[in-house]
């Protein structure tokens, strides 16, 4: 099984769970394909313009807050209520802070910062609605309600992957799926190199640095030397001139 076979696999039963959330009840296994291929395609097009924006913003790998807010806002997760260019008009017609008194000051920056992340606020607001508290509930994520008694003799709610995992593994999903995108991270294991003068990529890596480093000295050296061949030629032409 490929990556992205893997990955499709893992991505069916969210989107199954949306669309039943939704009111689906059945759909044609083409339909269903092309759904996950589209979901697959935004989320990894939502990676790569985070991604782009942390490279962009602060020549890190490592995305933050203003990165991913960027981001949706590119993908059209997050619409703002104005354009950049009515933004700029409105900054410039505006009164400026520094002309209020202080307590009209305070007042004033809470409603602009208030203006500035109304998109932000109406995206969490759609995700802690009744439609993803429904989603939720079909995927098995929802804690229910329980009394004293039923919370005793109840099992501990999974998802749909961890039931899947320990239905398919015997062993346990430890050992299983250890070194997968499913499971724990392997412990690095050095690889030993047999039949040459090292035994580790390690030691292959050093001994190459240090080989580059005395290469470049020698290299240095030899054009020391053949600097002062050259003057000494040159002194020398300079004396028979002169003697002659």
Sequence with gaps: ??????????????????????????????????LIDLTARYLLLLASRTAH??????????????????AMQDCGILVPSLTGAEEVWKEILRKPLHEYDERSRANEQKKRDAEDIADVHEFIEWVKGDQNKEIHRIAGLAKQSLTETEALDAVELEDYLNTLMKKHSKTGVESRFQGTVLGHAS????????????????????????????????GKEKQGQS??????????????????
């Design 53 to 70: 924006n942390a490279y962009s913003n602060h020549n890190d790998p490592i995305p933050d807050i203003t990165d991913v807010r960027m």
């Design 187 to 218: 412990d690095p294991k050095s690889i030993r190199i047999e039949g040459g003068p090292v035994e580790s990529i390690e030691e292959w890596c050093k001994r190459t640095r240090e080989q580059g480093a005395k290469n470049a000295a020698n």
């Design 227 to 244: 600097n002062e061949v050259m003057q000494s030629i040159e002194e020398s032409g300079d004396v028979v001139m002169e003697s002659q």
């Design 1 to 34: 099984m490929s990556s992205n076979d893997l990955f499709n696999s893992l991505l069916r039963p969210a989107v199954l769970h949306i669309l039943r959330a939704s009111g689906f009840h059945s759909a044609k296994s083409s339909v269903i394909d092309t």
